[in-house]
């Protein structure tokens, strides 16, 4: 038994080692270090089953991993006695007779072939349970949030129908919510996942072809803090270049908290310095891909999706720029140095990026930075 146990111990430490160390290459790779909710280590933790939707995917894990176990140690278990206790010699086996042949055996070959059948039975069963308890779209529990999601290369787009706001990279919920997304792309498949919330989901382009995910969302792990927990999200479908830097955060608030998050998401910016002013009118120059809710960049929305057929702005609406935490959906923190490398040379941040190099001098740059990151700034 002893160097089986010292074989175990090895493996495990191996194993932890490993995981070590590509937890530190996360967190190396990461620039700032997730503020991790509660007892939840790696910030996609596909294990952790925040919603109901990821603790039943975690039930058919743990049944499969259970019966797996069972079977690995019934065939491993007789293997192991049988290749120690019928040991022979070459010069020994070519004495043996010829074992007791079994083919065509029909209790044998019945038994092997009814057990697996049982066995996949219990698998299939709870999994078939999980998949239909999402509901389809005409079942969808009256209550429950709406929200769109719409996956473009390289960034999100969330909206919220019933509140009539459009926000990206950053989508926040209140918390215990049954939501119900509804995922549809403008260009290539993707795929919606928030690790720690539960499994991913496609995102297909075509009319008729979206997608349904209905979960409710998490409770607060620091109800007593302010400002809402994040969970980080990712594009999990090679959707091109720039498919690994598609991410985006989704922050969990307490309900009171995420309505005033929405009461004051349409307030207009507010512009008080002479930098802010002029990063205003440095903005004039995005406004046939970006919006911000109240500016003449919204009127020019309208007349595009007045249009026959509608045209939708390329880029992401920045009306609440200013209070999110990160830029370029997800691969930067929002910091002035962050945004003028964003802004003076989006491709060599996102390879491929769809907005290009605009040759805005550094003092534009700057002042559209003080638009952008203060003036749209809300407090809530
Ligand atoms: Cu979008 Cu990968």
């Given at each position: 038994?002893?160097?089986?146990?010292?074989?175990?111990?090895?493996?495990?430490?191996?194993?932890?080692?490993?995981?070590?160390?590509?937890?530190?290459?996360?967190?190396?790779?990461?620039?700032?270090?997730?503020?991790?909710?509660?007892?939840?280590?790696?910030?996609?933790?596909?294990?952790?089953?925040?919603?109901?939707?990821?603790?039943?995917?975690?039930?058919?894990?743990?049944?499969?991993?259970?019966?797996?176990?069972?079977?690995?140690?019934?065939?491993?278990?007789?293997?192991?006695?049988?290749?120690?206790?019928?040991?022979?010699?070459?010069?020994?086996?070519?004495?043996?007779?010829?074992?007791?042949?079994?083919?065509?055996?029909?209790?044998?070959?019945?038994?092997?072939?009814?057990?697996?059948?049982?066995?996949?039975?219990?698998?299939?069963?709870?999994?078939?349970?999980?998949?239909?308890?999402?509901?389809?779209?005409?079942?969808?529990?009256?209550?429950?949030?709406?929200?769109?999601?719409?996956?473009?290369?390289?960034?999100?787009?969330?909206?919220?129908?019933?509140?009539g706001i459009t926000t990206a990279n950053e989508?926040?919920?209140?918390?215990?919510?049954?939501?119900?997304?509804?995922?549809?792309?403008?260009?290539?498949?993707?795929?919606?996942?928030?690790?720690?919330?539960?499994?991913?989901?496609?995102?297909?382009?075509?009319?008729?072809?979206?997608?349904?995910?209905?979960?409710?969302?998490?409770?607060?792990?620091?109800?007593?803090?302010?400002?809402?927990?994040?969970?980080?999200?990712?594009?999990?479908?090679?959707?091109?270049?720039?498919?690994?830097?598609?991410?985006?955060?989704?922050?969990?608030?307490?309900?009171?908290?995420?309505?005033r998050w929405a009461a004051v998401f349409h307030n207009p910016p507010v512009v008080q310095t002479a930098l802010e002013k002029k990063g205003e009118l440095v903005f004039m120059q995005c406004m046939s891909c970006h919006t911000i809710s109240k500016t003449p960049s919204e009127d020019i929305e309208k007349q595009?999706?007045?249009?026959?057929?509608?045209?939708?702005k390329?880029g992401p609406n920045l009306t609440d720029f200013g209070s999110r935490r990160m830029l370029?959906?997800?691969?930067?923190?929002n910091t002035a140095q962050n945004f003028h490398?964003w802004v003076d040379?989006?491709?060599?941040?996102?390879?491929?990026?769809?907005m290009?190099?605009l040759?805005l001098s550094k003092a534009d740059i700057e002042a559209v930075a003080a638009y952008l990151r203060y003036s749209t700034a809300k407090t809530y």
């Amino acid at each position: 038994m002893k160097p089986i146990s010292k074989a175990i111990s090895r493996a495990s430490c191996l194993l932890s080692a490993s995981m070590f160390s590509l937890y530190s290459l996360a967190g190396s790779f990461d620039e700032h270090p997730y503020e991790l909710s509660a007892s939840f280590k790696t910030p996609m933790d596909t294990l952790a089953g925040l919603t109901d939707w990821g603790q039943g995917i975690n039930y058919v894990y743990a049944i499969t991993t259970i019966i797996v176990g069972i079977v690995f140690l019934a065939v491993s278990i007789p293997l192991i006695y049988a290749i120690r206790r019928f040991r022979v010699s070459d010069e020994e086996f070519a004495t043996l007779p010829l074992p007791k042949q079994v083919h065509g055996n029909v209790i044998l070959e019945f038994t092997w072939t009814i057990i697996p059948v049982i066995l996949l039975l219990f698998i299939a069963v709870p999994t078939w349970q999980i998949i239909f308890r999402q509901p389809e779209k005409h079942q969808i529990p009256p209550g429950s949030m709406r929200i769109e999601v719409i996956g473009h290369q390289w960034w999100w787009e969330f909206r919220y129908p019933s509140l009539g706001i459009t926000t990206a990279n950053e989508l926040h919920l209140p918390e215990k919510t049954p939501v119900y997304f509804e995922l549809s792309s403008v260009d290539v498949i993707h795929s919606f996942w928030i690790p720690q919330f539960g499994g991913k989901l496609d995102v297909m382009p075509g009319k008729g072809a979206e997608n349904y995910l209905f979960l409710t969302t998490p409770s607060l792990q620091h109800p007593e803090q302010n400002g809402g927990e994040y969970y980080q999200g990712q594009c999990a479908e090679l959707c091109g270049l720039s498919h690994a830097l598609m991410r985006f955060e989704a922050v969990v608030h307490e309900k009171a908290e995420f309505e005033r998050w929405a009461a004051v998401f349409h307030n207009p910016p507010v512009v008080q310095t002479a930098l802010e002013k002029k990063g205003e009118l440095v903005f004039m120059q995005c406004m046939s891909c970006h919006t911000i809710s109240k500016t003449p960049s919204e009127d020019i929305e309208k007349q595009m999706l007045a249009m026959d057929p509608p045209v939708h702005k390329a880029g992401p609406n920045l009306t609440d720029f200013g209070s999110r935490r990160m830029l370029a959906a997800g691969t930067r923190t929002n910091t002035a140095q962050n945004f003028h490398d964003w802004v003076d040379n989006p491709p060599s941040i996102k390879p491929g990026s769809r907005m290009v190099p605009l040759g805005l001098s550094k003092a534009d740059i700057e002042a559209v930075a003080a638009y952008l990151r203060y003036s749209t700034a809300k407090t809530y």
